[in-house]
């Protein structure tokens, strides 16, 4: 949880929806920076962001209208983040 709250750190976006998945893939994105590191701490990192980004979508589920386009959005944000 705490590495959650760290990534989240203080809402910026317009949606609680953005801010989720914006902390998600930013630690996706240090991980793949910094070569993963220690296994351990990364399967933490790996889970926060996972949690993050599954948080994002259940957020986006609060409005059915557009549902479909804000999951597409989060997906092709999470398909972008470069994996070195």
């Known amino acids: 949880m ?4 760290e990534a989240l750190g203080q809402p ?11 902390a998600g893939t930013r630690i996706l994105e240090n991980l793949s920076a910094n070569e993963g ?7 933490i990192d790996l ?11 259940e957020a986006a589920a609060e409005s059915c209208e557009s549902f479909d386009a804000r999951t597409g959005a989060i997906m092709s944000t999470v398909a972008n ?4």
């Open 81 to 84: 983040v470069p994996i070195t």
């Open 12 to 22: 910026h976006a317009l949606s609680l929806t953005e801010d989720l998945m914006r």
């Open 47 to 57: 889970l926060a962001a996972d949690a993050l980004i599954t948080y994002a979508i």
């Open 2 to 5: 705490a590495r959650m709250e």
């Open 37 to 43: 590191g220690r296994e351990r701490a990364t399967a």
